[in-house]
T-cell receptor, first 115, second 115 residues
Framework: KAGVTQTPRYLIKTRGQQVTLSCSPISGHRSVSWYQQTPGQGLQFLFE???????NKGNFPGRFSGRQFSNSRSEMNVSTLELGDSALYLCASSLAGTTGTDTQYFGPGTRLTVL | DQQVKQNSPSLSVQEGRISILNCDYTNSMFDYFLWYKKYPAEGPTFLIS?????DKNEDGRFTVFLNKSAKHLSLHIVPSQPGDSAVYFCAASGRGTGTASKLTFGTGTRLQVTL
C-alpha cells in the first residue's frame, strides 16, 4: 500500500507571496492532519480535516488554511508569507482519528524556504 | 507550555546494549502515546504506541512502558543497532479532550548507536 505523499518536496518563495502544499493520504484513510516543524518550536499541530471538514485547529494565525477534497486529498495554503514560515510542513493521515488509538502516518514533508 | 517533555536532547549507546528514551507529560487527559523515529528532511516514522489502559507494549526490539501515576513513559530498544541512530519523538493525544487526532510532540531525543 502506498504511503502518504506530499508535493512539492521543496519550495522557495519570497516574503508576501502565498503557497499551496498538497497531501495525498494512504488509501482508505479519511483523516488528514498538518504539522509544522521548525528548529525552535519543534513539531506543532496546524489543523486536521475529516470528511472535507476542519475538525481540529492548532494555534496558528489565519494566514494558514487548508481544505480537504472528497477523495480525502488535502491542501494547505499559507498567505502573505513571512520569514518565520520557513519550515518543514508534514502531513499525516489516519483512518478516522476518533478512537484515540488511531495511528497517524506521516509523509516525507515539504521543505518551504521563505526569502 | 510544554505538555510533553523529553528532557534528554541526546543519548549515546553502544551497539548491542539497551537504549532507554524517556518522556514525561503533564496533561492528564492524554490517553494514547506514540513513539516516532525521524531522520533529517524526512517525515516521522511510526514505531510503537500504547493506550492508557496498558502499562507495557512490545514490538520486536521495541518496548514502551507507561507509568500513569508518574505521567512518564519510556521506550526501550534492545539490542540497539547502528541503524537505530535517529531522532526519537514522543507524542501524545487525548480522546477525552475531543482531540484524538491532534498529536502533541516532545522536543525529541537524538540517539546515536556507536560500534
Amino acid at each position: 500500500k502506498a504511503g502518504v505523499t506530499q508535493t512539492p518536496r521543496y519550495l522557495i518563495k519570497t516574503r508576501g507571496q502565498q503557497v499551496t502544499l498538497s497531501c495525498s493520504p494512504i488509501s482508505g484513510h479519511r483523516s488528514v492532519s498538518w504539522y509544522q516543524q521548525t528548529p525552535g518550536q519543534g513539531l506543532q499541530f496546524l489543523f486536521e480535516y475529516f470528511s472535507e471538514t476542519q475538525r481540529n485547529k492548532g494555534n496558528f494565525p489565519g494566514r494558514f488554511s487548508g481544505r480537504q477534497f472528497s477523495n480525502s486529498r488535502s491542501e494547505m495554503n499559507v498567505s502573505t508569507l513571512e520569514l518565520g514560515d520557513s519550515a518543514l510542513y508534514l502531513c499525516a493521515s489516519s483512518l478516522a482519528g476518533t478512537t484515540g488509538t488511531d495511528t497517524q502516518y506521516f509523509g516525507p514533508g515539504t521543505r518551504l524556504t521563505v526569502l | 507550555d510544554q505538555q510533553v517533555k523529553q528532557n534528554s536532547p541526546s543519548l549515546s549507546v553502544q551497539e548491542g546494549r539497551i537504549s532507554i528514551l524517556n518522556c514525561d507529560y503533564t496533561n492528564s487527559m492524554f490517553d494514547y502515546f506514540l513513539w516516532y523515529k525521524k531522520y533529517p528532511a524526512e517525515g516521522p516514522t511510526f514505531l510503537i504506541s500504547i493506550s492508557s489502559i496498558k502499562d507495557k507494549n512490545e514490538d520486536g526490539r521495541f518496548t514502551v512502558f507507561l507509568n500513569k501515576s508518574a505521567k512518564h513513559l519510556s521506550l526501550h530498544i534492545v539490542p540497539s543497532q547502528p541503524g537505530d541512530s535517529a531522532v526519537y519523538f514522543c507524542a501524545a493525544s487525548g480522546r477525552g479532550t475531543g482531540t484524538a487526532s491532534k498529536l502533541t510532540f516532545g522536543t525529541g531525543t537524538r540517539l546515536q548507536v556507536t560500534l
